[in-house]
Protein backbone atom coordinates (compact mmCIF):
# COMPACT_ATOMS: atom_id res chain seq x y z
CA UNK A 1 0.00 0.00 0.00
CA UNK A 2 2.89 2.73 0.54
CA UNK A 3 4.84 1.47 -2.30
CA UNK A 4 1.14 2.60 -3.97
CA UNK A 5 0.55 5.33 -2.23
CA UNK A 6 -2.50 4.19 -1.03
CA UNK A 7 -2.08 4.28 2.57
CA UNK A 8 -5.28 6.75 3.88
CA UNK A 9 -2.71 9.56 5.17
CA UNK A 10 -0.60 9.45 2.26
CA UNK A 11 2.52 9.20 4.35
CA UNK A 12 4.92 6.63 4.37
CA UNK A 13 5.11 4.48 7.57
CA UNK A 14 8.06 2.33 6.44
CA UNK A 15 10.17 3.94 4.71
CA UNK A 16 11.33 8.24 4.11
CA UNK A 17 10.11 10.01 0.58
CA UNK A 18 13.27 12.42 0.98
CA UNK A 19 16.04 9.88 1.46
CA UNK A 20 16.31 10.28 5.56
CA UNK A 21 17.07 7.42 7.88
CA UNK A 22 13.71 8.42 10.00
CA UNK A 23 10.00 7.37 8.00
CA UNK A 24 7.67 9.83 6.84
CA UNK A 25 5.53 9.07 9.72
CA UNK A 26 8.19 10.35 12.75
CA UNK A 27 7.93 13.68 11.15
CA UNK A 28 4.23 14.19 9.59
CA UNK A 29 2.19 12.17 12.69
CA UNK A 30 0.51 15.55 13.63
CA UNK A 31 -1.21 15.78 10.08
CA UNK A 32 -2.32 12.20 10.17
CA UNK A 33 -5.49 10.91 11.35
CA UNK A 34 -4.55 8.51 14.19
CA UNK A 35 -5.24 7.70 17.31
CA UNK A 36 -2.06 9.18 18.92
CA UNK A 37 -1.33 11.36 21.93
CA UNK A 38 0.71 13.97 19.74
CA UNK A 39 2.33 15.29 22.99
CA UNK A 40 3.28 12.14 24.07
CA UNK A 41 4.96 11.35 20.60
CA UNK A 42 6.37 14.90 20.56
CA UNK A 43 8.21 14.35 24.02
CA UNK A 44 9.29 10.91 23.07
CA UNK A 45 11.18 12.24 20.15
CA UNK A 46 12.02 15.23 21.79
CA UNK A 47 13.70 12.65 24.41
CA UNK A 48 15.61 10.88 21.45
CA UNK A 49 13.34 7.79 21.74
CA UNK A 50 12.29 7.88 18.45
CA UNK A 51 11.88 3.84 18.66
CA UNK A 52 9.23 3.87 21.37
CA UNK A 53 7.20 7.02 19.36
CA UNK A 54 8.00 4.62 16.29
CA UNK A 55 6.46 1.89 18.05
CA UNK A 56 3.13 4.03 19.38
CA UNK A 57 2.79 5.47 15.89
CA UNK A 58 3.02 1.96 13.99
CA UNK A 59 0.20 0.21 16.27
CA UNK A 60 -2.16 3.68 15.40
CA UNK A 61 -1.46 3.12 11.84
CA UNK A 62 -2.28 -0.82 12.08
CA UNK A 63 -5.30 0.50 13.87
CA UNK A 64 -6.32 2.83 11.44
CA UNK A 65 -6.18 0.54 8.38
CA UNK A 66 -8.23 -1.61 10.41
CA UNK A 67 -11.13 0.28 9.82
CA UNK A 68 -10.76 0.56 6.12
CA UNK A 69 -9.71 -2.88 5.65
CA UNK A 70 -10.82 -4.60 9.16
CA UNK A 71 -9.99 -8.39 6.74
CA UNK A 72 -7.16 -7.61 6.60
CA UNK A 73 -5.75 -5.62 9.19
CA UNK A 74 -6.79 -6.87 12.30
CA UNK A 75 -6.87 -4.05 15.42
CA UNK A 76 -3.75 -4.43 17.63
CA UNK A 77 -4.97 -3.75 21.44
CA UNK A 78 -2.11 -1.57 23.54
CA UNK A 79 -0.54 -4.75 25.14
CA UNK A 80 0.50 -6.30 21.83
CA UNK A 81 3.00 -3.35 21.25
CA UNK A 82 5.01 -4.94 23.61
CA UNK A 83 5.45 -7.84 21.17
CA UNK A 84 6.74 -5.87 18.79
CA UNK A 85 10.14 -6.69 18.29
CA UNK A 86 13.28 -4.33 19.13
CA UNK A 87 15.50 -1.69 16.41
CA UNK A 88 12.45 -1.38 14.54
CA UNK A 89 14.18 1.67 13.03
CA UNK A 90 17.85 0.06 12.59
CA UNK A 91 19.17 0.15 9.46
CA UNK A 92 19.76 -3.90 9.69
CA UNK A 93 15.93 -4.51 10.76
CA UNK A 94 13.72 -6.65 8.10
CA UNK A 95 11.92 -3.02 7.53
CA UNK A 96 14.92 -1.78 6.32
CA UNK A 97 16.17 -4.96 4.36
CA UNK A 98 12.88 -4.92 2.30
CA UNK A 99 12.63 -1.50 1.62
CA UNK A 100 16.23 -1.43 0.21
CA UNK A 101 15.31 -4.50 -1.93
CA UNK A 102 14.72 -3.07 -5.21
CA UNK A 103 13.42 -5.99 -6.59
CA UNK A 104 10.55 -6.74 -4.29
CA UNK A 105 9.60 -3.37 -3.50
CA UNK A 106 9.61 -3.25 -7.21
CA UNK A 107 7.11 -6.17 -7.53
CA UNK A 108 4.65 -4.25 -5.92
CA UNK A 109 3.54 -2.17 -8.74
CA UNK A 110 2.47 -5.33 -10.53
CA UNK A 111 -1.26 -5.54 -10.71
CA UNK A 112 -1.16 -9.49 -9.87
CA UNK A 113 0.48 -8.74 -6.39
CA UNK A 114 -3.04 -8.76 -4.16
CA UNK A 115 -3.80 -12.46 -6.52
CA UNK A 116 0.46 -13.45 -5.69
CA UNK A 117 -0.68 -12.63 -1.65
CA UNK A 118 -3.64 -14.33 -1.89
CA UNK A 119 -3.13 -17.31 -2.97
CA UNK A 120 0.09 -17.70 -0.60
CA UNK A 121 -1.93 -16.99 2.34
CA UNK A 122 -4.39 -19.39 1.39
CA UNK A 123 -1.85 -21.68 0.38
CA UNK A 124 -2.19 -24.03 3.81
CA UNK A 125 -5.96 -23.95 3.69
CA UNK A 126 -5.98 -24.77 0.09
CA UNK A 127 -3.22 -27.91 0.83
CA UNK A 128 -5.19 -29.04 3.93
CA UNK A 129 -8.55 -29.09 1.74
CA UNK A 130 -6.80 -31.10 -1.04
CA UNK A 131 -5.54 -33.38 1.25
CA UNK A 132 -9.17 -33.85 2.52
CA UNK A 133 -10.59 -35.15 -1.07
CA UNK A 134 -7.34 -37.26 -1.34
CA UNK A 135 -8.43 -39.34 1.35
CA UNK A 136 -12.11 -39.33 0.08
CA UNK A 137 -13.35 -37.28 2.69
CA UNK A 138 -16.22 -34.57 1.76
CA UNK A 139 -14.89 -31.16 2.04
CA UNK A 140 -17.19 -28.68 4.06
CA UNK A 141 -18.75 -25.92 2.42
CA UNK A 142 -16.41 -23.29 4.37
CA UNK A 143 -13.14 -25.14 2.84
CA UNK A 144 -14.47 -24.77 -0.89
CA UNK A 145 -13.20 -21.30 -1.67
CA UNK A 146 -9.71 -22.18 -0.28
CA UNK A 147 -9.90 -25.03 -2.64
CA UNK A 148 -11.21 -23.19 -5.86
CA UNK A 149 -10.94 -19.58 -5.82
CA UNK A 150 -7.26 -18.41 -7.45
CA UNK A 151 -6.89 -15.15 -9.11
CA UNK A 152 -6.27 -15.29 -13.12
CA UNK A 153 -3.16 -14.63 -14.01
CA UNK A 154 -2.56 -11.35 -16.27
CA UNK A 155 -1.30 -13.22 -19.31
CA UNK A 156 -4.34 -15.22 -19.50
CA UNK A 157 -6.70 -12.33 -19.26
CA UNK A 158 -4.53 -10.82 -21.69
CA UNK A 159 -4.74 -13.61 -23.82
CA UNK A 160 -8.85 -13.54 -23.71
CA UNK A 161 -9.26 -10.39 -24.33
CA UNK A 162 -7.30 -10.05 -27.29
CA UNK A 163 -8.66 -13.16 -28.97
CA UNK A 164 -11.99 -12.09 -28.12
CA UNK A 165 -12.74 -8.42 -28.25
CA UNK A 166 -9.47 -7.60 -30.15
CA UNK A 167 -10.18 -9.76 -32.68
CA UNK A 168 -13.75 -8.14 -33.22
CA UNK A 169 -12.12 -4.98 -32.99
CA UNK A 170 -9.92 -5.93 -36.12
CA UNK A 171 -12.69 -7.23 -37.96
CA UNK A 172 -14.46 -3.93 -37.92
CA UNK A 173 -11.14 -1.96 -38.00
CA UNK A 174 -8.94 -4.01 -39.85
CA UNK A 175 -6.31 -0.78 -40.32
CA UNK A 176 -6.21 -0.01 -36.59
CA UNK A 177 -2.45 0.03 -35.04
CA UNK A 178 -3.70 -1.45 -31.83
CA UNK A 179 -2.74 -4.93 -33.17
CA UNK A 180 0.70 -3.90 -32.35
CA UNK A 181 0.22 -3.59 -28.91
CA UNK A 182 -1.27 -6.85 -28.62
CA UNK A 183 0.83 -9.74 -27.00
CA UNK A 184 -1.16 -12.82 -27.43
CA UNK A 185 -3.61 -12.02 -30.23
CA UNK A 186 -3.81 -14.91 -32.61
CA UNK A 187 -4.75 -14.03 -36.43
CA UNK A 188 -7.72 -15.23 -37.49
CA UNK A 189 -8.03 -18.07 -39.73
CA UNK A 190 -11.76 -18.94 -41.94
CA UNK A 191 -12.28 -21.76 -40.04
CA UNK A 192 -11.98 -19.37 -36.77
CA UNK A 193 -13.40 -16.62 -37.60
CA UNK A 194 -16.36 -14.72 -35.97
CA UNK A 195 -19.60 -15.66 -37.91
CA UNK A 196 -22.82 -13.37 -37.06
CA UNK A 197 -24.18 -16.45 -34.88
CA UNK A 198 -21.04 -15.97 -32.94
CA UNK A 199 -20.83 -12.81 -32.31
CA UNK A 200 -24.36 -12.51 -31.00
CA UNK A 201 -24.00 -14.97 -28.77
CA UNK A 202 -21.14 -13.15 -27.59
CA UNK A 203 -22.50 -10.19 -27.22
CA UNK A 204 -25.43 -11.89 -25.41
CA UNK A 205 -23.07 -13.86 -23.27
CA UNK A 206 -21.49 -10.47 -22.45
CA UNK A 207 -24.70 -8.64 -21.64
CA UNK A 208 -26.10 -11.00 -19.43
Known sequence: MEVNN???DRVNVLSSSSGKNEPDILLQYETMNLDVDSKEINILIQRGENEQAYRKLFVAQCNNLNK??????EKINDYTELLLPDYLLDSEFIISKL???EELTNSFNEV???GWLYQYYNA???DAVFAKLRKNKKAEKSEIPAATQFFTPKWIVQYMVENSLGQLWMEANPN????KS???YIEPTDQIKWTPSSRQLFYKFKVH
Open 124 to 126: EPK
Open 112 to 114: EVI
Open 6 to 8: YLP
Open 99 to 101: IDN
Open 176 to 179: SDIK
Open 68 to 73: VLPTLF
Open 182 to 184: FKY
